[in-house]
């Protein structure tokens, strides 16, 4: 079993066919060298992002090359059992960022960013603000000791996004709007009367700093998206999402609760 508090990395799967190890990677390189002062016979967990994670002993450390062997593999640990995959709305870029970061570290699976009618347009995303998404998942995974590498799609419009979800078992829509079943309520009555006990799927949605527009609202419920209220304070468009995951996984993620 791999140290808890060993450093790891995700790496392409492709680097970790033989036991010699070889990563041609400066920036990982300066990282183990200068940032966290390893030498070669210190360890560290080098992830495939598939469910395996590796015990390196490192041999060398150049300034653009990582070398070590490969001591031992076992299954990736730190993966909820839930898939929860959160349509995160595009929004001022550092609140999208935080929110995207605190979800990785919750145990959100899968993201796609929404645009949403009153998504600030300037936060239309482009090939650049994708690689730093995929970046800031990556590091937070890494932090957070997950096993596998949450996914980051490109943007969706609203309606689209809607579309994409009739195969997820239960999707919400986190709806600030009066009248809307609290989370706690609507989950409790859907895994007693489903007789669904063991959630393994959910998709989340929520609205950007101007709220969802009725039209939205309506789109979400034509496809069997459940507006749920997460109470009477209303809460910033990065905090619901946020908020929203640590109760979900809390409540639906049996692995935890084991551990
Ligand atoms: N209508 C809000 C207002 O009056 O300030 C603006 C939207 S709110 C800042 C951003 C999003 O967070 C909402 O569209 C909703 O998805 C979510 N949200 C905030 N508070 C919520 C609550 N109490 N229950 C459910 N969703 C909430």
Redesign the pocket.
Known sequence: MAVKNTFRFFVEPATLRNDLVRLEDPALAHQLSRVLRLNPGDQILLLDGLGTAYTLELTALSRKEVVGHILAHEPATGEPDLHLTIYL?LMRAERFEWALQKCVELGASRFVPVLCARSLASERADERKHERWQRIVREAAEQSCRGLLPAIERPQTFASACAQVNQASLAL?????DG?PL?RTLLRTYLTTTGNPNLTSLAL????????TPDELTTAVDHGIM???????????E???VA?TAALLYELDNRSAVA
């Open positions: 709305p829509l986190l709806a600030e709007f809307m989370l949605f929520s609205g950007p700093e101007g709220g969802l507006p749920v209220s997460l109470g009477p304070r209303i809460l910033r468009a905090t619901a999402p929203a």
